[in-house]
């Protein structure tokens, strides 16, 4: 098993009245099964990409190529929003804890914002004569990606001359004409196809997710290899309640309908799923927040957030289902020295690892939630690794799908974000309109 998914802290008889009643998580995984059996029909005759992609392997044979040819540089530039980026930034913290990447690959720098400031000192801290460049983005239109493009473009061009642009660019857009994949072709660069039937915030399992992965020195056969375990798992469940994913959703729209618990908080205890929180935040708020339904995602850090949240999840609104991610970790990590340790207060310390600290807090954590009847669920892992973390993106892929169809959502569009890119293209003509008067 990658994971254990362990829901018995928001039943009823665990937690009291938050939780819900064993009548009651019938009766929504009664409504589980015809979502869980559209997801077996879809895979079955291959009209759902997404549920292809985990059991495909010659992609990333021609990936690798590509990985290798960017593996010269010192630096390179990940430019892309959202679906864009977030999947790419979960899959390199497993190589890259903030320290620097792995020996003999190059520091991937994912460029999400416009800030200028940003920009004006990615200029000052890197050397472009050993940079490389991928900008993603699905529809090749995206504003954003399209200005952090022709920014780079033009800062590698003044340091390397415009006529090597194609060798150190890559573009990543659907295989239709747009202004991304036409800048690329302007200059001759390397183009591939991003799948046009897989939207952003599901594409962390495609190219999207796997170049950068594979250009960090990371398994991403290892990666499909756990999200097709999670697949299958859950599609050859008897029920959906032996299905981790069906169960997860049924819970969790159970809660927000009957309990009226409409905030989700993801809490990891490995600093290695930091951006894997901001990944689902993306995928459970832009997949679900439609019709006037929905609840809300939070990302938090275990340990850092008992420190700044907990008051809050114990005492503040009983307004939350939480849940834990937790790890395999007793045992790791240093201890301090004998000599450290002479005030009597630190006692509790002595002959500890860091591990046995985390390990406790993550208990503890868990404890004081249900204690004080907070709908908690826990994944605990046994080690995170490639293949782990496929399973778990796999695993919240399907839950979020299957929560949709619970609420009565299109899990696969966003109609009101693109109202609010409507409104800033209004502004940008305005301001054009002005300067010109």
């Not at 997860?248 to 309908?257: C, D, Q």
């Not at 939350?320 to 509790?348: C, H, N, Q, W």
């Not at 839950?399 to 940008?428: H, M, S």
Request: a neutral charge; charged letters at 20%.
């Amino acid at each position: 098993m990658l994971y254990r998914q362990d829901v018995s802290g928001c039943l009823l008889e665990r937690i009291g009245a938050l939780g819900l009643g064993a009548g009651e998580v019938a009766a929504m995984l009664k409504r589980a099964e015809a979502p869980l059996a559209t997801l077996r029909a879809k895979h079955a005759e291959g009209s759902e990409p997404l549920l292809a992609i985990p059991a495909q392997r010659d992609d990333l044979t021609a990936l690798a190529s590509v990985a290798e040819e960017f593996r010269q540089f010192e630096h390179v530039l990940i430019l892309g929003t959202g679906g864009s980026s977030l999947g790419g930034q979960t899959v390199y913290a497993l190589a890259d804890r903030g320290f620097g990447p792995r020996k003999g690959t190059p520091r991937l720098h994912f460029l999400d914002n416009i800030d200028p400031l940003t920009f004006d000192a990615l200029r000052e801290a890197i050397d472009f004569s050993r940079t490389g460049a991928i900008a993603i983005s699905k529809s090749g239109g995206t504003p954003e990606t399209l200005t952090q493009f022709m920014l780079v473009l033009d800062a590698l061009g003044k340091r390397v001359g415009r006529a090597e642009l194609g060798k150190r660019c890559l573009v990543l857009t659907e295989p239709a004409a747009n202004p991304l994949r036409a800048l690329a072709e302007k200059s001759a660069m390397r183009i591939l196809d991003h799948h046009p039937d897989v939207g952003g915030r599901f594409s962390v399992l495609s190219n999207v997710g796997m170049l950068p992965a594979m250009i960090a020195g990371l398994d991403a056969a290892a990666l499909r290899r756990g999200a097709e375990g999670a697949l299958e798992a859950t599609l050859k469940a008897e029920g959906a309640r032996a299905a981790a994913p069906a169960l997860g959703a049924a819970l969790g729209v159970g809660l927000a309908e009957l309990r009226g618990l409409r905030t989700s908080v993801l809490m990891p205890y490995a600093d290695g799923l930091a951006h894997f929180g901001l990944w689902y935040r993306q995928l459970w708020a832009e997949s679900l927040g439609k019709d006037g339904k929905g609840t809300t995602p939070i990302r938090a850090m275990g340990t850092v957030d008992q420190h700044s949240q907990l008051q809050l999840y114990l005492a503040g609104p009983a307004d939350k289902m939480f849940t834990l991610v937790t790890g395999e970790i007793a045992g790791t990590g240093g201890r301090a020295a004998p000599d450290l340790l002479s005030d009597p207060s630190l006692g509790y310390l002595t002959g500890k690892q860091m591990g046995d600290l985390l390990d406790a807090e993550q208990r503890a954590t868990e404890q004081s939630l249900i204690r004080n009847g907070r709908p908690t669920r826990r994944f605990h892992l046994t080690r995170l690794d490639e293949k782990t973390l496929g399973g778990l993106l796999m695993h919240f892929m399907l839950e979020t799908i299957i929560a949709a169809d619970l609420l009565g959502v299109n899990a696969f569009d966003q109609p009101a974000v693109e109202e609010g890119k409507v409104i800033a293209r209004q502004y940008l003509g305005g301001m054009g309109r002005q300067a010109a008067q």
